[in-house]
């Protein structure tokens, strides 16, 4: 069993930063890719980025590329988004997501595929 704890949402104007964090309990963090999805409102919730257990690989979503960064330590069995130029768009609940996956060099991105799940965080843009 994996717990999940997010911490870093709030409020951000548009073109602002936010780092989130997501600690996770039990052993052998690098065994787990993890994911970092998110859910406006009136929507489905969807993948922002996905990072591989080793930390090589990573996958972003269009919208959020070349402003969002997951990264990982898997010393502090911590993940990492650091999402810069927000748009009120980004504007969601985002949450961690945990999957045991034994190809240590690829990320999954359906949310299908994960087993444990984070609380969820704020995250709110305004324009």
């Known amino acids: 069993q994996v717990q999940l704890v997010e911490s870093g949402g709030g409020l951000a104007q548009a073109g602002g930063s936010l780092r989130l964090s997501c600690a996770a309990s039990g052993r052998t963090f690098s065994n787990y890719a993890m994911g970092w999805f998110r859910q406006a409102p009136g929507k489905e919730r969807a993948i922002a980025a996905s990072?591989?257990?080793?930390?090589?690989?990573?996958y972003y979503t269009d919208s959020v590329k070349g402003r969002f960064t997951i990264s990982r330590d898997n010393g502090k069995n911590t993940v990492y988004l650091q999402m810069n130029n927000l748009k009120a768009e980004d504007t969601a609940v985002y949450y961690c997501?945990?999957?045991?996956?034994?190809?240590?060099?690829?990320?999954?991105?359906?949310?299908?595929?994960?087993?444990?799940w984070g609380q969820g965080t704020q995250v709110t843009v305004s324009s």
């Open positions: 990072i591989s257990g080793s930390g090589q690989i990573a």
């Open positions: 997501a945990a999957v045991s996956w034994p190809i240590r060099n690829s990320a999954p991105i359906s949310g299908k595929t994960y087993q444990y």
